[in-house]
């Protein structure tokens, strides 16, 4: 038999090709839904067929704590620094500055490119705003990483973790940096409490099966997309849902009987028939609001993932519009006006979905279709 390639041959460590730069002003740029919550996710359509470990990935999952999840997971991985180690997260992921961070204090962009696909965390603080800090990854259609890291400012009290890992080739990477003093011992992928690596940068350059030659040519590349051509961040919706083209809010809020978090559960709202769109949890506390921006059109709340004590959590969305707890779930359309309407009937679940919670028994009627309160 073959002997599977070293890590050394996968990924290797070298220094970054460009400093961090911020892409704010850039053409074609665009702010992810993770910059308008914490403890989320924002799924992001790649415009290149990216090499990743054994399989190739079209889109992947930006986490607002400082990661891409490259296996397709919707975990925001809340909320401290997981070691690069192959143990302790066991799933396939970058991570260029894993920690709880708030996404809401600065702003996460994305910008696509022929090429690569840069993801940018501007301005961003640790929970609850503390310090400030930039960072940005770039992905290349070769399968290069590049992590930079411009200015930044940590608590005495908090770390982040960096690295590219991927359990299903056994690929462990912590990010070395022995010319950065912020990467203490270079243990994997940790900085030291309260050190940023700022103003530096590393570029894994990765030729994972099945990836282009070393150095591919220009026509081995996909052409330059216009604005006009260029997807959306969101997933496109099921043919019976319009999506109007500018992106509204409303709130989902979170509450815990208990008072200690929702303890590893967690939320997710999909386009009815599509792909989630954003997701979150509450990681510790009494309650909290998170705020969902999103086209109008058919979605699904739902709760994935129970936690430990499923029967202690609750959430709500818009003014009480909706409410439930772990086993329900919740199917509306989300109008231009921010309205949220029950029973919409171009929102029809599939078949192969569990019916939405009973109304309560008092709606009340608003136009041709009724609001109503789910417990």
């Known amino acids: 038999t073959t002997p599977a390639p070293s890590q050394e041959t996968l990924c290797r460590e070298q220094e970054a090709t460009s400093a961090f730069a911020s892409i704010a002003g850039d053409p074609g740029v665009e702010t992810l839904s993770v910059s308008f919550c914490v403890a989320c996710v924002s799924v992001v359509?790649?415009?290149?067929?990216y090499p990743w470990?054994?399989?190739?990935?079209?889109?992947?999952?930006?986490?607002?704590?400082?990661?891409?999840?490259?296996?397709?997971?919707?975990?925001?991985n809340c909320?401290?620094?997981?070691?690069?180690?192959?143990?302790?997260?066991?799933?396939?992921?970058?991570?260029?500055?894993?920690?709880?961070?708030?996404?809401?204090?600065?702003?996460v962009y994305y910008l696509q490119k022929s090429t690569s696909a840069v993801v940018s965390f501007e301005g961003v603080a640790f929970w609850v705003d503390h310090g400030t800090i930039?960072?940005?990854?770039?992905?290349?259609?070769?399968?290069?990483?590049?992590?930079?890291?411009?200015?930044?400012?940590?608590p005495a009290y908090r770390r982040i973790a960096a690295g590219i890992e991927s359990p299903s080739i056994g690929l462990v990477l912590p990010v070395t940096r022995k010319t950065s003093s912020a990467f203490e011992a270079a243990l994997q992928?940790?900085?030291?409490?309260?050190?940023?690596?700022?103003?530096?940068?590393?570029?894994?350059?990765?030729r994972f099966t099945p990836a282009p030659s070393f150095a591919p040519s220009d026509s081995a590349m996909p052409s330059a997309r216009s604005s006009s051509e260029r997807p959306t961040i969101l997933p496109s919706p099921?043919?019976?849902?319009?999506?109007?083209?500018?992106?509204?809010?409303f709130d989902v809020l979170l509450e815990d009987t208990y008072g200690d978090g929702w303890n590893g559960a967690s939320y997710a709202v999909s386009i009815l028939g599509g792909g989630i769109v954003a997701s979150g949890t509450l990681a510790f506390g009494i309650s909290a609001t998170n705020e969902i921006c999103i086209d109008p059109g058919c979605?699904?709340?739902?709760?994935?993932?129970?936690?430990?004590?499923?029967?202690e959590i609750s959430w709500t969305l818009g003014d009480g519009m909706i409410s439930g707890g772990s086993e329900d779930r919740a199917t509306f359309y989300?109008?231009?006006?921010?309205?949220?309407?029950?029973?919409?009937?171009?929102?029809?679940?599939?078949?192969?979905?569990?019916?939405?919670?009973?109304p309560h028994e008092d709606p009340y009627y608003y136009g041709p279709y009724y609001y109503a309160y789910y417990y």
């Open 45 to 49: 359509p790649l415009p290149f067929t």
């Open 53 to 76: 470990a054994a399989s190739t990935v079209e889109t992947i999952v930006v986490s607002s704590n400082g990661q891409l999840n490259m296996d397709g997971h919707t975990d925001s």
């Open 134 to 154: 930039n960072v940005q990854v770039e992905l290349y259609a070769s399968g290069d990483i590049e992590i930079r890291w411009g200015d930044g400012d940590v």
């Open 299 to 311: 979605y699904e709340l739902t709760i994935p993932e129970r936690g430990q004590y499923p029967g």
């Open 79 to 107: 909320c401290s620094p997981d070691p690069i180690d192959g143990l302790s997260y066991g799933r396939d992921r970058i991570a260029f500055a894993q920690e709880l961070l708030h996404t809401s204090h600065g702003v």
């Open 334 to 358: 989300f109008g231009p006006a921010r309205e949220i309407i029950v029973d919409h009937p171009p929102c029809t679940a599939p078949p192969s979905q569990s019916p939405a919670p009973t």
């Open 189 to 206: 992928g940790l900085t030291g409490y309260g050190k940023w690596p700022a103003n530096d940068g590393v570029r894994f350059a990765c």
């Open 238 to 249: 099921a043919p019976s849902t319009t999506m109007a083209p500018t992106m509204l809010c």
